[in-house]
């Protein structure tokens, strides 16, 4: 079946610009993620959602980065006012059980967003 | 707070050798451990887990245990092929959390003929 998808694949914008994310997690999973994979940061939890809520924003770096998710599917990262350390590879995962801890994440290919 | 901390890379390794990535946790309670492998140009995928004490996972060779005296799970596999070569990462999970991933920084693995 389908995996886990997210568009565009690549991203370059300037300095300043907002941006959308998306991604379209695996049809019936309750669960979804957003990580952020960069260079000096490693991999690093951004939101998780739970159907179209999020109990979990903690991993948000600034009030300019929001995620949404509708239909229990499909969710978008908006960052806005974009910086040069935003600057990195967006991960989305989803998982068919939600909050369990000990279910398996399918990831996406990811994002690579450069910020010019 | 919680952490996963992996041994540092590059690991560079011939063909048919051992391999051991180590892998030390901190955590409260009893998470739920994995290991996932990035390949060249794909996604992260789950390569094992495993969820209570002295469990074992295992998958494709590789296996972990999860030690809670040492609070270890290190990644072992008795002989190494060329198509191994990936970056691994170690990750936590506390249950009746989020479920949320807490990773290791990763440590690359490169297998020479």
């Known amino acids: 079946g389908a995996g886990v998808s997210q568009s565009p694949s690549n991203k370059v914008t300037e300095k300043g610009k907002d941006v959308e994310l998306r991604c379209d997690p695996i049809s019936g999973h309750t669960a979804l993620y957003w990580y952020r994979q960069s260079l000096g940061q490693g991999l690093e939890f951004l939101i998780y959602f739970q159907g179209n809520s999020a109990p979990d924003k903690s991993g948000l770096p600034s009030d300019r980065f929001s995620a949404e998710r509708t239909g229990g599917s499909v969710s978008t990262l908006t960052i806005q006012r974009t910086q040069q350390e935003d600057s990195a590879v967006y991960l989305c995962?989803?998982?068919?059980?939600?909050?369990?801890?000990?279910?398996?994440?399918?990831f996406g290919p990811g994002t690579r967003l450069t910020v010019l | 707070g919680d952490s996963v901390t992996q041994m540092e890379g590059p690991v560079t390794l011939s063909e048919e050798a051992f391999l051991t990535i180590n892998c030390t946790y901190t955590a409260t309670g009893y998470p739920s451990l994995f290991w996932y492998v990035q390949y060249p140009g794909e996604g992260l995928q789950l390569l094992l887990k495993a969820t209570k004490a002295d469990d074992k996972g295992s998958n494709k060779g590789f296996e972990a245990t999860y030690r809670k005296e040492t609070t270890s799970f290190h990644l072992e596999k008795g002989s190494v092929q060329v198509s191994d070569s990936a970056v691994y990462f170690c990750a936590l999970s506390r249950p009746g959390n989020t479920g949320k991933l807490i990773f290791g920084q990763g440590t690359t693995l490169q297998v020479k003929p």
């Open positions: 995962a989803s998982s068919r059980l939600a909050g369990v801890g000990y279910d398996e994440q399918f």
